[in-house]
């Protein structure tokens, strides 16, 4: 009786080792951060564990992030369907899934595929097209890459998803549509815990960028502007970088010339 008496003393500390290990295994990040913000001792261990076992690395480069991405495109297709969307001057936003040394542009450019067919956008025969100046029918950079502090980017990336996701779930009359509004907290809340995740890793702080790129084209109809804010997150940099996750807004206005 003695030593069963004794035992779970040892049995706790060894059950709670494995949980912190397996938790992660087990649960999403957004529910493993719910649980382990419990009590500091498990806050602690569960970001050793983190750090060591390189979670934030594998969540980026695997179906986590692809994951987000068909979910915030989903909020996209809603934004798009909403009462709210004007088709000549219109914002949408979209998550990102972006490969190792990859470039967000592409990745805008493979989701784009998936827009609506009425959606205005640039031609496809000239879509991909680039140019390092300012010239109409291609895209151009209008600044330099800019490097953003992580404590800076997060809640610019949270703002934007707020603000243009809002009419996913928001009806003109202020109705809720319950099930967009449960998908759209989904998504924020496990970009949330992605970014929490990262900022426990060895390679230093999750790497935050800002781009911007325009695409011009003028016709007999109309002039056409494309404007593409995109703020991206990764972690390592150069050729030790991984996988990323970007959010990109597309901005759209159409100058009639004729009709």
């Known amino acids: 009786m003695a030593l069963i008496a004794e035992a ?39 970001t050793q564990h983190i750090a060591s076992a390189g979670v934030a690395r594998l969540l980026l480069e695997g179906a986590y992030a692809m994951d987000l991405e068909k979910d915030a495109m989903r909020l996209c297709h809603l934004t798009i369907q909403s009462s709210w969307f004007s088709p000549s001057h219109y914002t949408v936003a979209v998550l990102a899934f ?29 879509r991909a097209e680039r140019s390092s100046r300012v010239e109409e029918g291609a895209w151009y950079f209008e600044a330099a890459d ?32 319950e099930a967009a509004q449960a998908l759209y907290k989904e998504v924020v809340q496990r970009v949330r815990a992605l970014w929490a995740i990262a900022r426990c890793g ?45 959010l990109m807004v597309l901005s759209y206005h159409e100058g009639r010339l004729l009709g």
Request: charged residues 20%; contains cysteine; hydrophobic residues 45%.
């Open 8 to 46: 779970p003393f040892h049995v706790v500390d060894y059950s709670e080792a494995c949980l912190i290990m397996m938790l992660p295994v087990m649960l999403r990040p957004e529910e493993f951060q719910t649980i382990v913000s419990v009590c500091p001792s498990w806050r602690r261990a569960a």
């Open 98 to 126: 972006v490969g190792p040394g990859g470039d967000e542009l592409d990745a805008f450019l493979r989701l784009s595929t998936a827009f609506p067919a009425y959606l205005a956008l640039p031609s496809r025969d000239v």
């Open 146 to 177: 800019e490097v953003v502090e992580a404590e800076r980017a997060e809640p610019h990336m949270l703002r934007d998803m707020s603000r243009h996701w809002g009419s996913a779930y928001v009806g003109l009359d202020g109705s809720i549509d």
């Open 202 to 246: 060895t390679c230093g702080p999750p790497v935050a960028r800002r781009r911007r790129a325009a695409f011009r084209s003028t016709s007999l109809r109309a002039a056409e502007r494309w404007s593409l804010a995109m703020v991206s997150m990764s972690i390592g940099v150069g050729s030790s970088s991984t996988a990323g996750l970007a």
